[in-house]
T-cell receptor
Framework: QKEVEQNSGPLSVPEGAIASLNCTYSDRGSQSFFWYRQYSGKSPELIMSIYSNGDKEDGRFTAQLNKASQYVSLLIRDSQPSDSATYLC???????????FGTGTRLLVSP | DGGITQSPKYLFRKEGQNVTLSCEQNLNHDAMYWYRQDPGQGLRLIYYSQIVNDFQKGDIAEGYSVSREKKESFPLTVTSAQKNPTAFYLCASAGGPSYNEQFFGPGTRLTVL
């Protein structure tokens, strides 16, 4: 069974701090990795994708991938209350574009 | 506007009824997907389709059926055989240069009365 593991949280951070969200995956052959943000009652929104080892930055978001450790993370700098949501990690284990999703980490940013 | 639409937003069904959820996309994406999300759980794949007139079962296909007669449309039927149909249903599509990136519609919340 190909699995993606996330801490369910909630992860609580004060406004302006860095939020660090983590994800591990079981399939060593996984090729591509995604972070989605899901507000309560809404559908997931793709915020980051990463395909190779290292860091990828987009505005306040940085995705980090370490394939040797089977670990992907999302850093949110200068966290805002509007960042409060559930963050889903998704992994493509290879082959056709199927994704395996983690259960998500709930982030709470307090003013 | 390019995007994915799902209808209805909310759907109530009596036990024993079949219902069909609509999903339409104008992104010219080849691949389309149906997921189910239960409270506090991740997304589980029901069915997916790579091209018109072809689709495959996902991890939890029992009690569901789909069709893909047009590239833009991928309706999902929840049949009376689905034992626990109350859930949030999400349609997604993928294609174009970023072939693996899936984009979601707004979802349909189905409640069985």
């Amino acid at each position: 069974q190909k699995e993606v593991e996330q801490n369910s949280g909630p992860l609580s951070v004060p406004e302006g701090a860095i939020a660090s969200l983590n994800c591990t995956y079981s399939d060593r052959g996984s090729q591509s990795f995604f972070w989605y943000r899901q507000y309560s009652g809404k559908s997931p929104e793709l915020i980051m994708s990463i395909y190779s080892n290292g860091d990828k930055e987009d505005g306040r978001f940085t995705a980090q991938l370490n394939k040797a450790s089977q670990y992907v993370s999302l850093l949110i700098r200068d966290s805002q209350p509007s960042d409060s949501a559930t963050y889903l990690c998704a992994v493509n284990p290879g082959g056709f574009q199927k994704l395996v999703f983690g259960t998500g980490t709930r982030l709470l940013v307090s003013p | 506007d390019g995007g994915i639409t799902q209808s209805p937003k909310y759907l109530f069904r009596k036990e024993g009824q079949n219902v069909t959820l609509s999903c339409e996309q104008n992104l010219n994406h080849d691949a389309m997907y149906w997921y189910r999300q239960d409270p506090g759980q991740g997304l589980r794949l029901i069915y997916y389709s790579q091209i018109v007139n072809d689709f495959q079962k996902g991890d939890i296909a029992e009690g569901y059926s789909v069709s893909r007669e047009k590239k833009e449309s991928f309706p999902l039927t929840v049949t009376s055989a689905q034992k626990n149909p109350t859930a949030f249903y999400l349609c997604a599509s993928a294609g174009g240069p970023s072939y693996n990136e899936q984009f979601f519609g707004p979802g349909t919340r189905l409640t069985v009365l």
